[in-house]
């Protein structure tokens, strides 16, 4: 989120300087991401920095474990988080949220930087390692269900009385992108009745250049492990190339990224079918979130503009219908 929740950050301090015995007196929120069940701050004190992560249900559990695993494998690549002092899994309850701590690594996001063809490859090399692990009990599993194509094609029928101009600039965008969004869902649908479905690994599943931290020595992290889900591996794989971000567009570097991962077959049918959901899904998401409520503030605006520029020339949309 990009505003503070209403919490008591004094209590907040304390929790994370009891629960994981660290000297820490200091906490600044840090405004990432437009996700309105998310809050991270930065704690410093004679001990850190720390990122301190705040989660509102629904919660996975292998949002803590998988990054664990990984990095017992030995992957350099990830931000473990800290075990609370007593504790047998890697988070602490603080209200209703979840609570996860892990050191801070100062650097900037995919966003901002391009990747160089080493980082490329490090990335691809991060994700067959993740694609290679067991998949955990109780992770969700892809079902493919026409869920977010259903709401989309209501949305474009009847959409809801706007709330607020938030939420009036988002029906605007709607009605103004119709076409192109009922274009999808049928382009959608159609590449999924074709595709070749393969067998299920465990997927990060938001693998876009935000989730992408890159440090000041040159390293690389994968970060944000919240949705993570069993599917084919095109789930993580139709990210590179895809546009989420301005430096992730195709470009010969991205070769590299396949390099890292090593042999693969992805079907271009499902890469498709995955970049178009995740639009599909984006719009629904936003839906229901300005339209559902007037709730997160200076969010809401962001959530729209983040929306539109999907529709931009040679953008998210122009690049999933041309895979």
Do not use: K
């Given at each position: 989120m990009l505003e503070p929740p209403a919490l008591d950050d004094a209590a907040l301090l304390q929790h994370v300087a009891q629960h994981y015995h660290?000297?820490?007196?200091?906490?600044?929120?840090?405004?990432?991401?437009?996700?309105?069940?998310?809050?991270?701050?930065r704690a410093d004190g004679a001990t850190g920095p720390y990122y301190v992560k705040l989660r509102r249900a629904p919660w996975l559990d292998a949002s803590g474990s998988i990054p664990l695993q990984l990095a017992a494998r030995g992957v350099g690549q990830v931000i473990a988080p800290r075990m609370p002092f007593g504790s047998s899994v890697p988070w602490s309850t603080f209200g209703e949220h979840r609570v996860s701590v892990a050191p801070y690594v100062v650097g900037r996001s995919g966003w901002d930087i391009a990747l160089d063809?080493?980082?490329?490859?490090?990335?691809?090399a991060v994700v067959r390692q993740l694609h290679q692990l067991p998949i955990p009990a109780g992770l969700p599993r892809e079902q493919f269900s026409g869920r977010w194509r259903i709401?989309?094609?209501?949305?474009?029928?009847?959409?809801?009385?706007?709330?607020?101009?938030?939420?009036a600039a988002l029906l605007a965008?709607?009605?103004?992108r119709r076409a192109?969004?009922?274009?999808?869902?049928?382009?959608?649908?159609?590449?999924?009745?074709?595709?070749?479905?393969?067998?299920?690994?465990?997927?990060?599943?938001?693998?876009?250049?935000?989730?992408v931290l890159l440090g000041t020595d040159g390293s690389l992290y994968v970060v944000d492990w919240d949705t993570l889900v069993a599917a084919p591996i095109e789930r993580d794989l139709m990210f590179v190339g895809a546009g989420i971000g301005v430096h992730w567009g195709p470009s010969p570097a991205q070769q590299a990224f396949f390099a890292g991962y090593g042999t693969a077959t992805p079907d271009?049918?499902?890469?498709?079918?995955?970049?178009?959901?995740?639009?599909?899904?984006?719009?629904?998401v936003t839906?229901?979130?300005?339209?559902?409520?007037?709730?997160?503030?200076?969010?809401?605006?962001?959530?729209?503009?983040?929306?539109?520029?999907?529709?931009?020339p040679g953008g998210v949309v122009d690049l999933a219908r041309a895979t």
């Open positions: 660290l000297a820490v007196d200091r906490l600044t929120f840090l405004p990432l991401g437009a996700d309105l069940a998310t809050a991270v701050y063809d080493a980082q490329w490859a490090m990335l691809g709401r989309v094609a209501t949305l474009c029928v009847a959409a809801p009385t706007p709330v607020d101009a938030a939420a965008l709607i009605r103004e192109t969004i009922t274009a999808l869902v049928g382009q959608s649908r159609a590449w999924l009745r074709e595709a070749v479905i393969g067998a299920a690994v465990v997927c990060h599943a938001d693998l876009h250049a935000g989730n271009p049918r499902l890469i498709g079918y995955y970049r178009i959901e995740r639009i599909l899904e984006d719009i629904a839906a229901d979130a300005l339209f559902g409520s007037s709730a997160g503030g200076s969010d809401r605006q962001a959530m729209v503009e983040q929306l539109a520029a999907q529709f931009a």
